[in-house]
């Protein structure tokens, strides 16, 4: 099984509506990083969340890590057609966070947002 | 734009061929990657680079052969490469190896065909 579980695999959305992406982990979180990608390119870093209870935001796109849970969320409002993509969340889930450069990633959820 | 680049963005090259993918930073980045992306999957870590030594191989086949000649550079040499081996390589770099507080970022990849 994986190690990091993204759910939903899929989405589709009309424009405007808000969205959420989670992403539990088998082990305990030292951090988490979220990253989108679009098809054939790299992937664009969003945000790092380093403590549990940690909430980041940039611009509509806000990020929570709960540590207890072993898992962290990631929330779209008012959706954009700019927001499609692939969204994969990352984690360095060795033993104490040590794995020195080791990120595990999900399996990615595809975003679609139609106009 | 990424601030990671590589080149070529697209390579096809035959089983016998020898051939090698280049990434470049200039963020003074002393930690470098390798990943590979099969489609529909997430990156797979391939080799990790501290300080200009390997760090980290993660059973590689020899096929596969990186080469980092200084702290900016980061190369990925190929020879006699197997059709599966197909793929989008991605190089990434962080600030260091210490873990959750050093976010990699990615440059945009090398689709890679072997025919």
């Known amino acids: 099984s994986q190690e990091l579980e993204q759910s939903p695999q899929s989405l589709i959305v009309q424009e405007g509506k808000n969205l959420t992406i989670n992403c539990t982990s088998s082990k305990t979180l030292y951090g988490l990083y979220w990253y989108k990608q679009k098809y054939g390119e790299g992937l664009i870093f969003l945000m790092m969340l380093q403590k549990g209870g940690e909430e980041k935001s940039h611009e509509k796109i806000t990020a929570k890590l709960d540590e207890k849970k072993q898992q962290s969320s990631l929330h779209i ?14 984690a360095d889930i060795g033993a104490g966070g040590t794995s020195y450069g080791k990120l595990t990633f999900g399996q990615g959820t595809i975003l679609t947002v139609h106009p | 734009d990424t601030e990671v680049t590589q080149t070529p963005k ?13 990434c470049e930073q200039h ?16 990156p797979e870590l391939m080799f990790v680079y501290s300080y200009e030594k390997l760090s980290i191989n993660e059973s590689v086949p020899s096929r596969f052969s990186p080469e980092c000649p200084n702290s900016s550079l980061l ?6 490469l197997q059709p599966e081996d197909s793929a989008l390589y991605l190089c990434a770099s962080s600030q260091d190896l210490s873990g959750v507080s050093s976010p990699l970022h990615f440059g945009n990849g090398t689709r890679l065909t072997v025919t």
């Open chain 1, 77 to 90: 409002t008012a959706s954009q057609p700019s927001h499609a993509g692939i969204y994969l969340c990352g």
């Open chain 2, 10 to 22: 697209h390579l096809v090259m035959g089983m016998t061929n020898k051939k090698s993918l280049k």
């Open chain 2, 27 to 42: 963020m003074g980045h002393r930690a470098m990657y390798w990943y590979k992306q099969k489609a529909k999957k997430p």
């Open chain 2, 75 to 80: 190369n990925l040499h190929l020879h006699a």
